[in-house]
């Protein structure tokens, strides 16, 4: 074969392949439905971790609208009443609300009475959704982290979902179906400087979830897995970067941006949801973040986020 022939074989094949992962990305988007939450909860619970603000609490308002009963585990009791009263308000649903500190799970007394109490209700979906990250005071400067906060962090992020999967999940294979959602992060994808214990426990997540879908397969289990690995959506997690960016000359930019690249909890949220059963188990959440995961994968280190960050400075 002469060169020249073998170049455009390999060119198109590249093409090909280029072309193949943007219509699996397009069609997971603009094709899939709302997976039917419903006819898995039954007259079950959606337990949510974090349901209080941000992710979680887009996740109560979508169930509660359902028709899906709900268990919001939160420790910040105002916002928990805050969401608790909207959902009471607008929709005819059994609501359960725990006010506590997830991290304490740790000892094994609070686990054993936390999981007698909440498994008195048949627990048919679980999003472990609750995380935290460094703050941004503290980015590239592990070495002067305290072990306290090193403490927390592993076990909100890696430890507690771990525990809460392994208290629901009997149940859900004894009746064949549940959901298992997890909230990992594009940050747990590939090695980030700024907050490594946050991306460590990341990859944790995005592994455990792997994982686990390995060992009890949709096909055998009845149980759909899914986690998600977004890059920035706006909450309070990520108010560092909003404060950043309304800087004089890039809150333009990114307000036309904005939906796109750093959007609104509900707009993420509305997208991310639909690929929780679709047969592909993991997720960006959204078009974009989607195509950065690919990207980042390949590609990242932290100087786009230290830019960010000094906007904020
Ligand atoms: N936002 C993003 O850009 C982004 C991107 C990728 C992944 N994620 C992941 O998505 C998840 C949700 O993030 P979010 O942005 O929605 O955060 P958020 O707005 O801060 O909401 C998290 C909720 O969890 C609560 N919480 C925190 N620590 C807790 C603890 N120890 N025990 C009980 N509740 C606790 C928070 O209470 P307080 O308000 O009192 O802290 C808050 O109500 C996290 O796992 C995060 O890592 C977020």
Not at 167 to 187: C, D, F, I, N, Y
Request: aromatic share 12%.
């Amino acid at each position: 074969m002469e060169f020249l022939t073998f170049l455009q074989i390999l060119g198109g094949l590249v093409v090909a392949k280029f072309l193949y992962n943007q219509w699996k990305i397009f069609s997971l988007y603009y094709y899939a439905r709302d997976f039917d939450f419903k006819s898995v909860a039954e007259d079950g619970y959606a337990l949510i971790t974090g349901g209080a603000e941000g992710i979680g609490r887009q996740c109560a308002l979508y169930f509660a609208k359902r028709g899906i009963n709900l268990i919001l585990v939160d420790f910040n009791e105002k916002k928990l009443n805050e969401t608790a009263k909207e959902i009471k308000e607008n929709y005819s649903i059994s609501l359960i609300t725990k006010v506590m500190d997830l991290t304490t799970l740790h000892e094994p007394e609070v686990y054993a009475s936390f999981e007698k109490e909440m498994l008195k209700q048949k627990i048919s979906i679980l999003f472990n959704n609750a995380g935290m990250s460094e703050e941004k005071k503290a980015f590239w400067n592990y070495a002067g982290s305290t072990p306290s906060k090193v403490t927390k962090i592993m076990t909100l992020n890696a430890e507690v979902p771990v525990l809460m999967t392994r208290m629901v999940l009997p149940g859900m294979l004894e009746r064949k179906k549940g959901v298992l959602m997890h909230m990992g992060s594009s940050a747990g994808l590939t090695a980030l400087d700024a907050n490594p214990i946050y991306a460590g426990t990341k990859s944790h997540v995005i592994n455990f979830s792997r994982s686990i879908e390995q060992l009890y397969p949709t096909s055998k289990t009845g149980i759909i897995h899914h986690v998600f690995y977004p890059a920035f959506i706006r909450t309070s997690l990520t108010t560092f970067l909003t404060k950043g960016i309304k800087k004089k000359g890039y809150e333009n930019t990114m307000e036309r941006l904005k939906d796109i690249v750093f959007p609104k909890v509900e707009t993420w949220f509305a997208s991310a949801i639909k690929t929780v059963g679709t047969g592909k188990n993991e997720s960006g959440g959204s078009w974009f973040f989607e195509q950065f995961v690919n990207y980042m994968v390949m590609h990242f280190d932290s100087r786009g986020l230290k830019m960010l960050t000094d906007l904020s400075e």
